[in-house]
């Protein structure tokens, strides 16, 4: 079984336009992040979950709103498409977020968006 | 945020041992180093990390220097498989932010 699952894995979309992005783990995991990377593959975080709880959101546009029904989820809606949100974007999840530095993220796959 | 320099790139021989170094002269006594690979197409993976002390684990050993301003990822025996980006991160204390840099590309020939 994937452990961090994301669909889709490609979404091709216009500009103005809103998708979403979806993202579950199975691993029983307490947080879940999503990151960006970019063109230049520069991975860069968006946002953090703990147990459902908003914990990091790190100056992202408010046109990004992730949702987490429980917290084996953690989705990602996008309103209002530009061309500069084309890029990879990556659901990750991890045991706990602060008690335990050694914690590793566990990665999807990624959904390659392309906005045109 | 804590920063890491790394290469950008390195070349190894199947079957040759690899040294990935990494320096982070601005770490402080609590930041956790971590080390995570991508490979083409997909998320990146986690290799291993550690706080003083060396760590070995089944994918590679990190070794850590004295002074913890640098350290590096060994991989003792390079698989055309090991061809990927590695990215040596600092973890912040009681953070569960990764700051990943630009890593260092290492292709392996056969």
């Known amino acids: 079984d994937t452990a961090v699952s994301q669909t889709p894995k490609y979404l091709v979309t216009q500009m103005g336009n809103d998708k979403s992005i979806k993202c579950e783990q199975n691993?029983?995991?307490?947080?879940m992040y999503w990151y960006k990377q970019d063109s230049k593959k520069f991975l860069k975080i968006m946002f953090s979950?703990?147990?459902?709880?908003?914990?990091i959101n790190e100056t992202v546009p408010n046109r990004f709103s992730p949702k987490s029904p429980d917290k084996a989820h953690l989705n990602l809606h996008i309103n209002s498409l530009e061309l500069g949100d084309s890029a990879v974007y990556f659901c990750?999840?991890?045991?706990?977020?602060?008690?335990?530095?050694?914690?590793?993220?566990?990665f999807g796959n990624g959904t390659r968006l392309t906005v045109t | 945020d804590a920063k890491t320099t790394q290469p950008n790139s390195m070349e190894s021989n199947e079957e040759e041992p690899v040294h990935l170094p990494c320096n982070h002269s601005?770490?402080?006594?609590?930041?956790?180093i971590h080390w995570y690979r991508q490979l083409p197409s997909q998320g990146p993976e986690y290799v291993i990390h550690?706080?003083?002390s060396n760590v070995n684990n089944r994918m590679a050993s990190l070794a850590i220097a004295e002074d913890r301003k640098s350290s590096t990822l060994i991989l003792h025996r390079a698989t055309l498989r090991d061809a990927a980006v590695y990215y040596c991160?600092?973890?912040?204390?009681?953070?569960?932010?990764?700051?990943f840099g630009t890593g260092t590309r290492l292709q392996v020939f056969p």
């Open positions: 991160i600092l973890r912040l204390y009681n953070t569960d932010k990764l700051i």
């Open positions: 550690g706080l003083t």
């Open positions: 979950y703990n147990n459902k709880e908003l914990i």
């Open positions: 691993l029983g995991h307490d947080t």
């Open positions: 990750a999840s991890s045991q706990d977020h602060k008690a335990d530095q050694g914690s590793p993220l566990h």
């Open positions: 601005t770490i402080s006594g609590t930041d956790y």
